[in-house]
């Protein structure tokens, strides 16, 4: 049973770029969380999603961020116009739905993607 | 203040050490706790889930001190591989996301 895929693991943009990372859950989980992680930082959450609905976008920047996880296919944050503040790992974790249990109690985190933008 | 506040370290620290960390939430209705673990640039795993009397696994024993609002990581017998940030999380209710402190790093050292 694979893991948590996130492609690219590594992505370099030039300022005014669009940045698109993906993620892929564990087999069997349906819920999505995008945290991102800046140099000497917490993570912070961004984005918890479930299949083809957005459950919770408290953490995004109101520009330039969105995210998706379609019926078919890998959750998807895309970033437009990137700044050189958006450098940043960014960690997609996955859970599974588990009856009696909350779903975010159980975590699987992604290796990530480092974002550098020059 | 800070929703989960941790002191950021290092703890440096010979093998064999006992070593204590302690964690600080502000909402006190806050439902679940939990250590992870994050080695350099390599993403956050879970450790252990904090129960509210307390628990241990192997070397590592987590309390929940919820009148005080805090929580505690002890890890006796160091190893260098513990070397490593430790990420006290919390779930504040339901399935809001969890929240993360920013880690306390420590490097055990032969």
């Known amino acids: 049973n694979a893991g948590v895929m996130q492609n690219p693991r590594h992505l370099v943009r030039r300022r005014g770029q669009e940045a698109r990372l993906r993620c892929s859950p564990m087999k069997g989980h349906s819920h999505v969380y995008w945290y991102r992680q800046l140099p000497e930082e917490g993570l912070k959450f961004m984005v918890y999603l479930q299949k083809e609905n957005i459950i919770d976008e408290s953490g995004m920047p109101k520009e330039r961020f969105s995210a998706e996880f379609p019926k078919e296919g890998p959750s998807i944050l895309r970033i437009q116009q990137v700044v050189r503040g958006d450098s940043a790992a960014y960690f997609c974790?996955?859970?599974?739905?588990?009856?009696?249990?909350?779903?975010?109690?159980?975590?699987?985190f992604g290796s990530g993607t480092q974002l550098s933008v020059l | 203040r800070k929703e989960v506040e941790q002191d950021p370290g290092p703890f440096n620290v010979p093998e064999g050490a006992t070593v204590a960390f302690n964690c600080t939430y502000s909402?006190?209705?806050?439902?679940?706790f939990f250590w992870y673990r994050q080695d350099c640039r390599k993403e956050p795993k879970l450790l252990m889930s904090v129960y509210s009397s307390g628990n241990e696994d192997g070397r590592f024993t987590a309390q929940l001190n919820r009148a005080s609002q805090y929580i505690s990581l002890l890890i006796r017998d160091s190893k260098l591989s513990d070397s490593a940030t430790y990420l006290c999380v919390v779930n504040i209710r339901g399935n809001t996301p969890l929240v993360f402190g920013k880690g306390t790093r420590l490097s055990v050292i032969a």
């Open positions: 974790a996955s859970s599974p739905t588990i009856p009696g249990q909350r779903t975010n109690e159980k975590l699987f």
């Open positions: 909402n006190s209705a806050s439902q679940s």
